[in-house]
C-alpha cells in the first residue's frame, strides 16, 4: 500500500486476517529469534493512523515494543516470543537494540521506545480528536495519569480507564466497558508479559483502533518516575537512571540480562557459523 508520497506503508488487513509489514524500510528484523519491525516513527504512524481509519473494518492493532528485557523473556518462554513475534507492528526500544544492528550489520532505522512514541501517537490524536482507554498502573498512579494527560493533551478524549490489578472476573467487566467507550487507542501498561498477553488475548473481542503495550508509560506521565536529563538519554544511557531510581526492582534486568544479551551478540558477531549451528540445534534459528 503506498501513500501520495510513494512510500509504502503496512497494510491494512480485513478483519480476521494478520498484518503484514512492508518490506520497505529494511523491513523485520528477528534479533534471536525475536521480532523487530526496522521502520520509522512516521512510517509507524501512518500505520496506527490506518488502523484508527479502518477500525470497523478490521480487528484491533496490536502494537508491541521490543527491547533487551522482551529479548529475555521470550527466550525463556516460546509462547510470550510468539505473542510478540505475531504482533502487527514491533518496535525497536532501546539502545541495546541499536547495539544489536550495529554488531549485526543491520542498523536500527530509528529508536522508538514508548516512553517518546506513545507521547507522540497522543499528540497526534489530539489534533484527529481520537479517544483512549487506560489500563494498567496503581490505582493512584492511572488517576493522576489521566489528570496529566488533560494538561498535556487538552483536546485529547480519555473515555476511560481502570487500574492494572484485576482478577479474571474483572476483565469481563474491563472487557465490557472499553466496548462501551468504543476508544480509538488502548494503552495496556501492565508490564512485560502480562500485557502482552492481555493484548493477544483480547483484541478479537475488543471494539477498539489499536492496542499498545506501554509497560512502565503511567509511572512517567504521572511523575511517579522520572525520565533521565535529556543528554543521558541522547548516550542511550537511560537504563543507567532507571537502576539508580529503582536498584531493587532493576538488579536483575542490569546485570544478568544485559550481560546475557551482550555476551550472546558477540558470539553471533565473531562465531556466525557455531552461532547458528547451536541455535539450529536449540530449535531457535531464524
Same mark, same amino acid.
Given at each position: 500500500?503506498?501513500? %501520495?508520497?510513494?512510500? !509504502?506503508?503496512?497494510?491494512?488487513?480485513?478483519?480476521?486476517?494478520?498484518?503484514?509489514?512492508? /518490506?520497505?524500510? !529494511?523491513?523485520? =528484523?528477528?534479533?534471536?529469534?525475536? &521480532?523487530? #519491525?526496522?521502520?520509522?516513527?512516521?512510517?509507524?504512524? @501512518?500505520?496506527?493512523?490506518?488502523?484508527?481509519?479502518?477500525? &470497523?473494518? &478490521?480487528? +484491533?492493532?496490536?502494537?508491541?515494543?521490543?527491547?533487551?528485557?522482551?529479548?529475555?523473556?521470550? &527466550?525463556?518462554?516460546?509462547?510470550?516470543?510468539?505473542?510478540?513475534?505475531?504482533?502487527?507492528?514491533?518496535? +525497536? #526500544?532501546?539502545?541495546?537494540? @541499536?547495539?544489536?544492528?550495529?554488531?549485526?550489520?543491520?542498523?536500527?532505522?530509528e529508536n522508538l521506545n514508548?516512553?517518546?512514541?506513545?507521547?507522540?501517537? =497522543?499528540?497526534?490524536?489530539?489534533?484527529?480528536?481520537?479517544?483512549?482507554?487506560?489500563?494498567?498502573?496503581?490505582?493512584?498512579?492511572?488517576?493522576?495519569?489521566?489528570?496529566?494527560?488533560?494538561?498535556?493533551?487538552?483536546?485529547?478524549? *480519555?473515555?476511560?480507564?481502570?487500574?492494572? %490489578?484485576?482478577?479474571?472476573?474483572?476483565?469481563?467487566?474491563?472487557?465490557?466497558?472499553?466496548?462501551? /467507550?468504543?476508544?480509538?487507542?488502548?494503552?495496556?501498561?501492565?508490564g512485560s508479559p502480562l $500485557?502482552? $498477553?492481555?493484548?493477544?488475548?483480547?483484541?478479537?473481542?475488543?471494539? /477498539?483502533?489499536?492496542?499498545?503495550?506501554?509497560?512502565?508509560?503511567?509511572?512517567?506521565? !504521572?511523575?511517579?518516575?522520572?525520565? +533521565?536529563? !535529556?543528554?543521558?538519554?541522547?548516550?542511550?544511557?537511560?537504563?543507567?537512571?532507571?537502576? =539508580? $531510581? #529503582?536498584?531493587?526492582?532493576?538488579?536483575?534486568?542490569?546485570?544478568?540480562?544485559?550481560?546475557v544479551f551482550v555476551a550472546?551478540?558477540?558470539?553471533?558477531?565473531?562465531?556466525?557459523?557455531?552461532? %547458528?549451528? +547451536?541455535? *539450529?540445534?536449540?530449535?531457535?534459528?531464524?
Open positions: 500500500m503506498m501513500d %501520495h508520497e510513494g512510500i !509504502s506503508l503496512p497494510t491494512i488487513a480485513k478483519q480476521g486476517e494478520t498484518m503484514m509489514m512492508p /518490506a520497505s524500510n !529494511s523491513g523485520t =528484523l528477528f534479533l534471536l529469534g525475536v &521480532r523487530v #519491525d526496522n521502520i520509522t516513527g512516521e512510517t509507524a504512524m @501512518k500505520f496506527i493512523h490506518n488502523c484508527v481509519a479502518n477500525r &470497523r473494518e &478490521r480487528l +484491533a492493532g496490536k502494537v508491541f515494543f521490543t527491547n533487551v528485557h522482551t529479548i529475555h523473556l521470550a &527466550r525463556k518462554e516460546a509462547s510470550f516470543k510468539q505473542i510478540v513475534n505475531g504482533g502487527d507492528i514491533v518496535l +525497536a #526500544d532501546g539502545s541495546g537494540l @541499536k547495539l544489536a544492528g550495529r554488531l549485526l550489520n543491520e542498523p536500527i532505522l514508548g516512553t517518546d512514541f506513545v507521547p507522540a501517537v =497522543l499528540r497526534r490524536g489530539e489534533i484527529h480528536r481520537w479517544s483512549v482507554y487506560l489500563l494498567g498502573g496503581r490505582p493512584d498512579v492511572i488517576q493522576k495519569c489521566r489528570e496529566r494527560l488533560r494538561e498535556m493533551f487538552p483536546a485529547l478524549r *480519555i473515555v476511560g480507564s481502570h487500574h492494572g %490489578h484485576f482478577s479474571s472476573e474483572d476483565e469481563e467487566v474491563i472487557i465490557r466497558e472499553i466496548n462501551a /467507550a468504543k476508544p480509538d487507542i488502548v494503552l495496556v501498561a501492565l $500485557q502482552e $498477553q492481555w493484548i493477544s488475548r483480547n483484541t478479537d473481542r475488543l471494539h /477498539a483502533g489499536v492496542c499498545f503495550g506501554v509497560g512502565g508509560l503511567f509511572d512517567f506521565i !504521572s511523575g511517579q518516575r522520572k525520565r +533521565a536529563p !535529556s543528554w543521558l538519554r541522547s548516550l542511550g544511557l537511560e537504563w543507567v537512571y532507571r537502576f =539508580l $531510581q #529503582d536498584p531493587q526492582a532493576k538488579w536483575n534486568r542490569v546485570f544478568v540480562e544485559i550481560p550472546i551478540l558477540l558470539a553471533k558477531w565473531l562465531f556466525p557459523k557455531r552461532f %547458528h549451528e +547451536a541455535m *539450529i540445534r536449540n530449535g531457535q534459528a531464524r
